[in-house]
């Protein structure tokens, strides 16, 4: 089994590099714009307010959805199936690459999503409402805004692809497990360029929310720049946002032959499960998954200079988490810790993508972005080489590991490498 | 409503499901789908704004009566003169 190899000692056939990437988060609609909000300290969190919910913050995008989309797409499809199609066309401009030429059955589409489909029904059965409840009122577009393959098939349908399209359900470890996916399938030859990342409509079901409230897991401040603070002892929860992030991802041989910009291969992952509890994280799992993908990767801890930390903002996540990355990195000296969910709220199925994008300038600015509004660090979040609140200056970046875990206990690490 | 009305209800429907339309020049005698990019959910998507907005009922075997705005706006008088405007 290939990932069980050691992964720098493939051939480039087998060698999959990032070579592209388009995104919309609450703090930019590029890596660019994003990057410079990671820097910069500037958040994406405002006052929100939905249905049946009422009052509340999120994290809310603002790119252009007609950009590359017609308004009456844009009518017919859903918000993931939008964001989708914004960060697919940007990571193919972004990449360089002769789209209009090149042959549309051998292109991947592998979105990760958190949840799909509750935005629609909850507005049909909010319409219904309306005209007391008869069905007929019940739109023909629900089946196909919410079958689970939407904001992939969307993707697949706007850009005229006609390889495999589907969606990976995979909580909020989706990011990184649709990249995942269209590393393997690069490899397996089942394409040969792979749109890969994950993306979130979740601002927009008024569930997500309410299922927050409930769980006394949805962040309340008021300041909305200050509500999501994973590691700060007055961390009360989540901040729920939007957003996508999508990869071109492609053999190394393939970015060779076309001299493509290069931001990093992708050395080593390792997805795997809990198997404990629904919610509640289980920090030796966490640990075991980030160990695997160093593994994979043929790498030691010691050699990972920054760690992307999941880092919610529940009181619960973030120990754990961190009890988890301590037991990997406690010893290394070199590797710094962040989290792009302060800045931005927690971005559900986009959030491993985006967050991970967020890091790939410091392979060349070798600027660690920090973990903002860490006013009162909590001692159990005390790990070592913790970036707080100000960007750090290191002296090299060779290597970036992303963390992603999700309900239902499933955890995820990516291993990225500076090309 | 009188057929001028109906013919702006028409429009008004046509407009929120055919954005990037433009209708100023819309040939009332031809049909929708030689001037148009409409497909039958878009078809259906008339059906459902007329139920919504008007309370008309236009039944399956009755779909055809939609081709054009002439067509229509005849089909429509019967089930919509009665419609305060």
Not at chain 1, 129 to 135: A, N, Q
């Amino acid at each position: 089994m290939i990932s069980r190899l050691n992964q720098q000692e493939l051939p480039d056939e087998l060698r999959v590099v990032i070579t592209g990437i388009g995104m919309t988060a609450p703090n930019g609609n590029s890596l660019a714009e994003v990057r410079e909000g990671l820097l910069n300290g500037r958040s994406g969190v405002r006052p929100y307010e939905i249905r049946y919910f009422g009052k509340t913050l999120a994290g809310v995008c603002e790119f252009e959805v007609n950009r590359h989309q017609s308004k009456k797409d844009a009518r017919r499809g859903t918000r993931a199936g939008s964001i989708g199609i914004y960060c697919a066309n940007e990571a193919i401009l972004d990449s360089g690459i002769d789209f209009a030429n090149f042959d549309k059955s051998t292109v991947g589409v592998y979105v990760g999503v958190t949840e799909h489909g509750n935005v629609e029904t909850e507005n049909e059965v909010y319409q219904i409402k309306g005209y007391d409840y008869d069905t007929s009122f019940w739109s023909h577009h629900h089946n196909p805004r919410t079958v689970a393959n939407n904001p992939a098939g969307e993707v697949a349908l706007n850009l005229g692809i006609t390889g495999p399209h589907y969606t990976i359900g995979a909580a909020c470890a989706a990011g990184n497990a649709g990249m995942i996916q269209g590393l393997q399938m690069l490899r397996l030859g089942e394409c040969d360029l792979a749109i890969a990342g994950g993306v979130s409509e979740s601002i927009h079901t008024f569930g997500i929310f309410a299922g927050f409230a409930s769980q006394g897991a949805l962040a309340s401040h008021t300041d909305p720049t200050k509500a999501s603070r994973p590691f700060d002892k007055a961390r009360n929860g989540i901040v729920v946002a939007e957003g996508g992030c999508l990869y071109i991802l492609e053999r190394l041989s393939d970015a060779k032959r076309r001299q493509a910009k290069v931001y990093g291969e992708i050395v080593g992952y390792a997805i795997n499960t809990d198997a404990t509890d629904f919610v509640l994280p289980n920090a030796e799992r966490q640990a075991q998954c980030m160990q695997l993908a160093l593994k994979r990767a043929g790498l030691v801890a010691e050699q990972i200079d920054i760690v992307s930390t999941h880092a919610t903002g529940t009181t619960n996540g973030d120990s754990l988490e961190c009890d988890a990355v301590r037991r990997v990195f406690g010893q290394s000296e070199k590797t710094f810790i962040n989290n792009a969910k302060s800045f931005i709220g927690h971005s559900m199925g986009a959030a491993g993508a985006i967050e991970l994008a967020g890091n790939l300038p410091a392979f060349s600015d070798r600027v660690v972005h920090a973990t903002i509004n860490v006013d009162d660090l909590d001692p159990e979040c005390d790990i070592p080489g913790l970036v707080r609140n100000q960007p750090r200056e290191i002296n090299r970046v060779d290597y970036i590991l992303n963390n992603s875990f999700g309900m239902l206990g499933i955890n995820s690490a990516l291993i990225v490498k500076r090309f | 409503m009188t057929p001028e009305e109906i013919r702006q209800a028409i429009i008004e429907i046509l407009e929120d499901i055919a954005p990037d339309e433009d209708l100023s020049n819309l040939n009332d005698a031809v049909s929708f789908r030689e001037q148009m990019e409409l497909d039958s959910m878009d078809f259906l998507d008339i059906v459902m704004e007329l139920r919504k907005r008007y309370r008309v009922q236009v039944p399956e075997e009755d779909y055809v009566q939609l081709a054009s705005m002439d067509s229509t706006v005849t089909y429509l008088v019967p089930k919509m003169g009665q419609v305060p405007a």
